[in-house]
């Protein structure tokens, strides 16, 4: 076959153009699909840890900014004092309005220790404030098997008469001339909303201990803050309380307490 014939052969040969297009369409699609696959399964992992990270209120770091939040304590009748890494010294070397209740003189080597507190947290879009101290419920009758726990301290007229059976949350009570002092237990935790923060001057009670040689002591703890926001998400912070006593007399009741953000 020379030239000439082999292109004349060539011309009459058919091509069947059907479907051509669709054809190659599908054959690329074919290459692609591996990629497409790949892409929705990422996408479904995502979508999946999303909805697992919603309902714990899990601010994801890039996609949500955290709002700067001031936690402050004050003592008593005392001076705000902003809480951060730093320890704040909450008490000076005095016993003003702090009161100590022993058993000691009945040979008990327990006793305990009462300060009024008031936390404040603030910062745009909070909603409530949980101080927690325990994942355990605090009673009056199990108070000592704990190391701290919340007080509520109130003042009444001086013929008060407190009734244990009737309020189960009342277990102290200090008659005065003119007023009688009542300790309410609060419990391991409670709740606050933004607004109503300073209506809720709540007191902290810690169990204090005593060697052979009669000196005192107080165990360290630490106040878990879980600050909820309008959107329902949560951040925490923690709180370390260093009660230290400085004086070694169950009479004199000196001692300090620090505290500071551990988180």
């Known amino acids: 076959m020379n030239i000439k ?11 069947n153009t059907d479907n051509t297009k669709e054809k190659i369409e599908h054959y690329i699609g074919q290459e692609k699909r591996p990629l497409l696959r790949y892409k929705k399964v990422m996408i479904a992992c995502i979508t999946a840890i999303a909805v697992l990270l919603a309902p714990t209120g899990i601010r994801i ?23 951060s890494e730093d320890p704040v010294l909450l008490t000076k070397n005095y016993k003003e309005n702090m009161m100590v209740y022993s058993e000691f003189d009945n040979g008990y080597k327990t006793g305990s220790m009462n300060i009024d507190l008031n936390f404040k947290c603030e910062g745009k879009d909070i909603k409530t ?7 355990k419920e605090i009673t009056r009758d199990n108070k000592n098997r704990f190391t701290a726990w919340f007080v509520e301290n109130q003042t009444y ?19 005065f001339d003119d ?3 009542v300790t309410k237990i609060i419990g391991s935790s409670y709740t606050v909303t933004y607004e109503n923060q300073n209506n809720m001057p709540y007191g902290l009670e810690f169990n204090l201990t005593q060697d052979d040689a009669g000196n005192l002591k107080a165990d360290k703890f630490t106040i878990r ?7 329902d998400v949560t951040v925490e912070k923690q709180i370390l309380v ?22």
């Open 61 to 83: 770091i890039g996609v949500e900014t955290i709002p700067d939040i001031t936690l402050t304590v004050q003592a008593n009748s005392g001076e705000p004092n902003t809480l």
């Open 5 to 15: 014939e082999y292109k004349k052969a060539m011309s009459e040969v058919t091509i």
């Open 225 to 231: 803050v879980i600050i909820t926001f309008e959107d």
């Open 129 to 135: 404030i949980t101080y927690s101290l325990s994942d």
């Open 157 to 175: 007229p001086s013929d008060f008469q407190i009734d244990y059976k009737e309020d189960k949350s009342m277990y102290r009570a200090q008659y």
């Open 242 to 263: 260093q009660p230290t006593i400085t004086e070694q007399s169950i009479n004199s009741n000196w001692f300090q307490i620090k505290m500071h953000l551990i988180n």
């Open 179 to 181: 007023i009688t002092k």
